[in-house]
């Protein structure tokens, strides 16, 4: 065995420790099942075992399946994936069902084995299903620790019996937001909330669940569901408490995904006929739900963007193959909305930071951002004084250019303007180390011409954050005409160091997501403009799957920073520039003070606190609503544009990788998360299709929508973007 351990001690308790080799994160697999299921065997079957502890070898108990032994179960099955899944899930609920039962006489429920899990840290997704086959759950007060089942967030739902054991357990209300938010909880939270037993100190958790093992009674053993006359907390859906909840759930899911996503009605699905069932038939139910999610191709798209591609990103998928570039100490330049961001998730990271701005009071401000985001925390219980302390101890405020020695990377974040960048370029190379890297955070200034101002442009980089960086988890990597593999490995370092996903991109107009952000956003201005009623336009996006509409997006950016790019596009392109219908709408609202939320006056009206009450009902003055819009072909032209986009920055070489490209729009826009991003949405319309819209809508509104050679060519020869019949291997 190499997975699992098993050790029997001297008390006649079997301690079944998990353990994968090489990987500081258990993540079970095909053969983490085997063996569990072999351990679990051998202990039913020894009558020197009078009970079970299963725990993990690590700090943490599990991180969940190795999602590929699903991808494997479908791809193993030739001609019948579906009955492949449904056997293999059903193979693993019969594993979680021999623990549950654990020997006992079906009738009697006597001479049954205890068995208890003890988890030392985190536990998620199957590391929480086994756990709930198990008699006892004790946790070790480990306040890093979560547990939960996280699955919703990757397109599918618990599927190993997290679903049926949860709700049955705890009722469909209390259940729904760890199964359809998949809200993880730390250990005390997690036993308020009724998903585990015991929390105890961390030294005491084997000799705990052993206590408990070596007590266990037969009535212990056996779970509620598998009492006579179990009745499930707030009731089944046809009893009177019940049936409203699933009213509810339903509004909800559906408020919440607009329809989008297959795996939250599934989920609900499975819950609410499983309720109405014998325990095993729900399990078989669930099991038929789950399938039909894995066979749907949103499934596939959302597991290999948001799980293997954005996991294989962080670890650095594109990083050039140079030694360890890890940051120490960090200069950030500019400590306004951007560079004070920076220098909180830097900080945050552990790393030293000097933040300096051109006077000290504008450099404290910054520094002050820090302040509210952890006083806020502490507010809430994350964080501590002394963890405050800390991280402001580690940033330093200066306005002395010689404070930045020692940094062995800048990151500048001064005003959006070309002689200022250059001069501090050029202060800050003044002192800082030969080897350092500089990065620039512009968002419209190409990284090639900004390296002018460097004597060392091999290593000058753009490293692109977005707005608030605190929250935000995407960070674009821009590669000037110059900048070496050093500088692209330290870029990629500090991301991961602060723990955001990077994607890595060429220099170019806007970089990758500027550039299909901003024609979405145009042309929802355009819509309405037209008179497509404003909510509509908002709603066609929503529909989509994308969690804000093209004008609420605008709202929160602002329309005098629309004004400005606008401003500065037209002067670049000269006679090619195509927006001059959108300027029309963006300079008349920046006249009117309608600049979005900051004014609290844009395509909403907003009350004083700055919260959204409704849309603005003047726009209609300038550009009466017309009667008569067509969803489908507003909704083609909102995704065209932005899909369109991502296929150019492709061909163009801008992207090097699709999966930067699906991950980055997910992460950096919203851009619809069920469909996997702009070139899984392609995949699963497929390049005809794209094709047929493309040819209609350039036909009726302009070369903007015209089809990319690439496409064309795909869908002549069958191709798609992944799989074995991808354009990019072929070429
Ligand atoms: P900001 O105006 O809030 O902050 C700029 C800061 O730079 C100010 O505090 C200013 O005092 C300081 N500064 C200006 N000249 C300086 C000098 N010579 N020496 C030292 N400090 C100087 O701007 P911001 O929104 O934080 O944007 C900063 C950069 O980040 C810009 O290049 C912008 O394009 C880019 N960016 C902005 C966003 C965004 O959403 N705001 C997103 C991504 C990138």
């Known amino acids: 065995m190499t997975e699992f351990h098993y050790a029997l001690d001297a008390d006649g308790v079997a301690t079944i420790t998990w353990d994968v080799p090489g990987k500081t994160m258990n993540v079970m697999s095909f053969e983490g099942l085997r063996e569990l299921d072999a351990c679990i065997d051998k202990a039913l079957a020894d009558d020197a075992v009078k009970g079970v502890v299963i725990t993990s070898g690590k700090a943490d108990f599990a991180g969940g399946m190795d999602l590929n032994v699903l991808a494997d179960m479908r791809d193993n099955a030739g001609d019948n994936p579906a009955q492949g ?168 899911v559906h408020a919440n995904t607009w329809g ?85 998730v830097s900080a945050a990271a552990g790393i030293e930071v000097v933040l300096l701005d051109s006077t000290i009071e504008a450099a404290e401000r910054g520094k002050s951002y820090s302040t509210g985001i952890l006083d806020k925390a502490i507010k809430r219980g994350r964080s501590t004084e002394e963890k405050k302390a800390r991280l402001l101890g580690q940033i330093t405020t200066t306005t002395d250019y010689a404070d930045l020695q020692g940094c062995d990377l800048i990151v500048e974040a001064v005003f959006e303007d070309p002689k200022v960048k250059a001069e501090v370029t050029a202060k800050a190379e003044a002192v800082i180390p030969e080897t350092a890297i500089y990065a620039s955070n512009t968002s419209t200034l190409p990284i090639t011409s900004l390296a002018q101002a460097s004597n060392r442009p091999e290593q000058f980089i753009g490293i692109h954050f977005f707005s608030p960086v605190d929250k935000m988890l ?86 005098d920073l629309g004004a400005k790019i606008a401003k500065a596009t037209k002067a670049a392109m000269g006679n090619d520039y195509p927006d001059d219908a959108v300027d029309d709408v963006v300079f008349w609202m920046v006249d009117e003070g309608r600049l979005g939320r900051k004014s609290k006056a844009g395509f909403f009206d907003y009350d004083d606190a700055g919260k959204r009450l409704g849309y603005w009902t003047g726009f209609g003055a300038r550009y009466p609503a017309q009667d008569g819009a067509d969803l489908t072909e507003v909704q083609n032209r909102l995704m065209m544009a932005q899909v369109l986009e991502a296929v150019r920055a492709l061909e163009e070489g801008v992207l090097e990788d699709i999966r930067e490209g699906d991950v980055g729009a997910i992460l950096g826009w919203g851009f619809a998360p069920w469909s996997g991003g702009p070139f899984g949405w392609l995949d699963i319309i497929g390049a005809e299709k794209a094709v047929a819209i493309c040819d209609d809508l350039e036909a009726r509104f302009g070369k903007r929508f015209a089809c990319p050679q690439m496409l064309r060519d795909m869908a002549a020869k069958g191709q798609t973007f992944y799989g074995p019949k991808s354009v990019l291997k072929a070429a």
């Open 260 to 344: 989008v996503y297959p795996a939250a009605k599934a989920l609900l699905s499975a819950v609410y006929e499983g309720l109405q069932v014998p325990f095993d038939t729900a399990l078989k139910i669930e099991a038929r739900h789950f399938v039909s999610v894995l066979m749907n191709p949103s499934s596939s798209a959302m597991i290999r963007s948001l799980f293997v591609n954005k996991g294989a990103l962080e670890k650095g998928a594109n990083r050039p193959d140079v030694p360890d570039e890890k940051v120490s100490k960090v200069g950030v330049l500019g400590a306004g909305m951007m560079g004070a961001g920076i220098a909180y």
């Open 474 to 559: 995407l960070v674009e990597i821009i590669k000037g005409a110059q900048t070496g593999p050093r500088a692209v490995a330290k870029a990629l370092d500090y991301v991961r160091q602060i723990r955001k996903t990077p994607i890595v991109v060429n220099d170019a107009r806007f970089f990758y997501a500027n550039r299909c952000i901003i024609p979405y956003i145009n042309e929802g201005m355009r819509l309405a403009a037209e008179g497509t009623p404003l909510p509509m336009v908002d709603h066609a996006a929503q529909l989509l799957g994308f969690p804000v509409g093209p004008l609420q997006l605008v709202d929160e950016t602002s329309l």
């Open 85 to 252: 899944l449904f056997d293999g899930i059903m193979s693993m609920h019969h594993l979680l069902r021999k623990i549950e039962l654990a020997g006992m006489d079906r009738k009697t429920q006597k001479g049954g084995k205890p068995i208890a899990a003890a988890l030392p840290g985190t536990a998620m997704g199957i590391g929480l299903e086994l756990p709930l086959s198990c008699h006892r759950i004790f946790a070790a007060d480990n306040p890093r620790a979560q547990i939960g089942l996280p699955e919703i967030k990757v397109g599918i739902f618990p599927g190993a019996g997290g679903t049926t054991r949860l709700s049955w357990k705890l009722g469909a209300m209390a259940a729904a937001p760890l199964l359809l938010e998949g809200k993880s909880n730390n250990p005390a939270k997690a036993k308020a909330a009724g998903v585990i037993d015991e929390v105890v100190p961390a030294a005491d958790l084997l000799s705990a669940a052993k206590a408990w093992v070596l007590g266990a009674k037969d009535a212990d053993l056996v779970k509620p569901w598998d009492t006579k006359g179990y009745k499930v907390p707030g009731g089944t859906p046809y009893s009177a408490p019940g049936f409203p909840t699933f009213v509810g759930a339903s509004v909800m």
